[in-house]
């Protein structure tokens, strides 16, 4: 044996984390067959996306979900879609991660009795709900439900995994997509404890878990981070993390185990921080964001998926998920990593930084109390309008080039790049006759759900006996496991709880949301400024009006927000309404409000349905003078067929200049009403 191998033994190797990739797509068939592909491959968990009809509840035929259905994810539309999605993979030998929010309840209760099924015992279970609905009013933007309904259905599912699924991670804290969204380290750590204190509040005051029992709640209570290419700082952040949970359980909880305290967290390193520009650039970023939680052994994560190096242009390949799975793997098993204690302890520079990020974070947890706690700073509009501010902060920083992104504002000179070469290859695509197979799927389920084999009871009986129980104050998963056995559908489920709950639109934070790039003489903004100006007189108006549209179910509204907050500072007026918007509800609006022109900001990938439908209905209302701009994660072959739809102008990525994409628009406000061009810079 050599020293390093007998130095190893005597320290005792620490175990890797758990590895898995973010995955699912088309349909639950095609999703099972991956699952099984990548644990084959050495993966140790899964982790499941759904698409964003069954995120929001909505079924496939729904028409929130044309263009939709297995886009980001799979759709799981009643029980029959979540047998295909685990056929031959034993659940109770599995951890699965679930990136469930609004209907994590409906979720959970048909992976319960698909596991029942397969005869698991429930109580052996191991996997996590994310259920996290705080920051979808921020953030994501698959809510539902207001927040006092959406907080019940949150603490009813705690309640319930305590008692039956003591394995079961019943809530993820996410502050992933705070990061995204904008959230600086400290915001990221104040919000995310900010929630999990509203959680916790709901829970102990619920009645519904005896004092004595706090302590396994607090001790299921999992974290799922972001963690951006500063990996000094992100590693930091995680230390200030644990200090700080291990404090509020022990002070506001009273829970004395240290076990309970322990903060537990799985991570997923930052995507909407990698490049189309350079995208192999993508794969270094990955691998330094992954060192912030694996290096520091006392704030190693538990659990770490890894986005691939090219979902800045589209949908990843299986090829994409191993390379980055073989990252994790390379590290752990090939490096010395998990040979040694934390590797920090007791450096000044760690210390000094974590002191500085407990401090201010701690200082901004406390005014979110003082305003009535995070429902309450969401409802007033305080936190989303606080990451549109810092989100707009940091997009000027790169604009400007204080922010230094490689390949994008800074060494954009390059050789052609072998990986994208042939880009309709370089992403996977979803066939766009998968929507259609998935919805004769669900009306043949809706036909022959109470036939042989399955015999399922009425569903309308489960559904009125959910919503007897919503108007009441009873814990609601048995009667959502009641729907799940008769059949019922996602969308049916979420409809009888919108029937009693009502919906939902969140504040957007682009009204209160400060300048964050000035117009003062001689800048590029106070140029566009002018060419706004100019342009409005031409046309004999008081004001440009451009409407920011967010069709279809996307709910990653960051880019849009931050389009509406620039154009407005440019001299627009902004008609912004939020997210889940059909292409009807948006020419409407456009034509009402006698708009200019309309941008629509979609990631989701269903830009090719609802782009050229928006135009379509303009085209029949006679507006052809509006020009329709998109925006979002659009391969190039897609963005040539949207140009030649109508699209005035496709902006990807790539297109980091707000203040140019600004004056762009102007530019085609003009063409579309035959103006001449102006001679302003922008």
């Known amino acids: 044996m050599s020293e390093r191998d007998t130095a190893a033994q005597g320290r005792g190797k620490d175990r890797p984390w758990l590895m898995r990739t973010y995955a699912g797509h088309s349909t639950a068939e095609a999703s099972n067959a991956l699952y099984r592909r990548n644990l084959a491959k050495g993966q140790t968990g899964l982790s499941v996306a759904f698409d964003l009809p069954t995120q929001t509840g909505y079924d496939p035929d729904h028409v929130l979900a044309r263009g939709e259905v297995g886009r980001v994810g799979v759709p799981v539309a009643h029980l029959g879609d979540m047998r295909k999605l685990f056929q031959d993979i034993p659940l109770e030998r599995m951890n699965t991660s679930m990136t469930i929010n609004a209907t994590a309840m409906w979720l959970l209760a048909l992976y319960q009795v698909v596991a029942e099924e397969q005869g698991a015992d429930i109580s052996a279970l191991q996997g996590t709900t994310q259920n996290d609905i705080v920051k979808e009013y921020l953030s ?61 509040d709901a829970v102990r005051d619920s009645g519904q878990v005896p004092q004595e029992r706090m302590g396994d709640v607090v001790g299921r209570i999992s974290f799922f981070v972001n963690a951006g290419v500063r990996f000094i700082e992100e590693m930091c952040k995680m230390r200030a993390f644990g200090r700080i949970w291990d404090r509020i359980t022990r002070e506001r909880y009273g829970i004395e185990n240290p076990r309970h305290r322990r903060f537990r967290y799985g991570v997923q390193v930052n995507s909407l921080g990698l490049t189309e520009a350079q995208p192999e650039n993508n794969v270094q970023r990955i691998v330094l964001e992954m060192l912030a939680v694996t290096l520091s ?90 990451l549109v501010a810092s989100h707009a902060e940091r997009r000027a920083r790169i604009e400007s080039g204080q922010d230094k992104i490689v390949g994008v504002n800074v060494f954009q000179e390059t050789e052609p790049s072998p990986l994208t070469a042939d880009l309709d ?175 629509l900001s979609v990631l989701s990938g269903s830009h090719a349905r609802l782009v050229p439908e928006v135009l379509q209905r303009l085209r029949v209302a006679g507006a052809t003078d509006i020009p329709v701009i998109a925006g979002g994660i659009i391969p190039s072959g897609d963005a040539d067929a949207l140009r030649e739809a109508g699209v005035a102008a496709v902006f990807t990525p790539k297109d980091f200049d707000i203040t140019g994409i600004i004056g762009r628009i102007v530019d085609e406000i003009r063409t579309a009403n035959k103006l001449d061009p102006l001679e302003v810079a922008a």
């Not at 912004?576 to 456009?590: F, H, K, N, S």
Request: hydrophobic letters at 40%.
């Open 140 to 200: 994501r933007g698959t809510h539902v439900f207001p927040p006092g309904p959406s907080m019940r259905l949150t603490t009813d599912l705690i309640a319930y995994t305590v008692t039956h699924m003591p394995k079961w991670n019943p809530i993820n804290i996410c502050s992933y997509h705070l990061q995204e969204a904008g959230a600086t380290p400290v915001q990221e750590i104040a919000y995310a404890m900010s929630t999990a204190i509203a959680v916790l």
């Open 297 to 386: 052994k006392d704030a190693r994560a538990r659990a770490v998926q890894l986005p691939a190096w090219n979902e800045a242009l589209g949908l990843p390949r299986p090829w994409d998920q191993q390379w980055s799975l073989r990252i994790q793997q390379v590290l752990a098993y090939e490096s010395d990593l998990l040979e040694y204690d934390d590797i920090f302890e007791g450096s000044k520079v760690i210390e000094a930084k974590v002191d500085e990020l407990v401090e201010a974070a701690l200082a901004e947890i406390d005014h979110i109390q003082r305003m009535g706690g995070a429902l309450a700073a969401v409802e007033s509009g305080y936190l989303k309008s606080q």
């Open 425 to 599: 290859t370089a992403i996977q695509t979803v066939d766009p006759d998968v929507e259609a197979r998935v919805v004769r799927c669900l009306r043949q389920w809706r036909d022959t759900r109470y036939q042989p084999p399955y015999n399922h009871p009425r569903a309308s009986k489960a559904l009125e006996r959910l919503k007897e129980a919503a108007q009441g104050t009873e814990n609601l998963m048995e009667a959502t496991l009641e729907c799940a056995r008769a059949g019922v559908t996602t969308g049916e489920w979420a409809g009888a709880l919108r029937e009693v709950f009502g919906e939902y639109r969140a504040p957007t934070g682009v009204s209160s949301a400060p300048v964050a790039v000035t117009a003062e003489e001689g800048t590029r903004l106070a140029d566009v400024r002018r060419k706004v100006e100019l342009t409005a007189r031409d046309l004999g108006v008081g004001k440009l009006r451009f409407l920011v549209g967010k069709p279809g179910l996307d709910g990653h509204s960051n880019g849009a927000e931050q389009i509406a907050v620039r154009a407005r500072d440019a001299g627009f007026e902004v008609v912004y309404q939020g997210i889940r918007l059909t292409p009807e509800q948006i020419v409407d609006a456009a034509l009402a409000e006698d708009v200019h022109a309309v941008g």
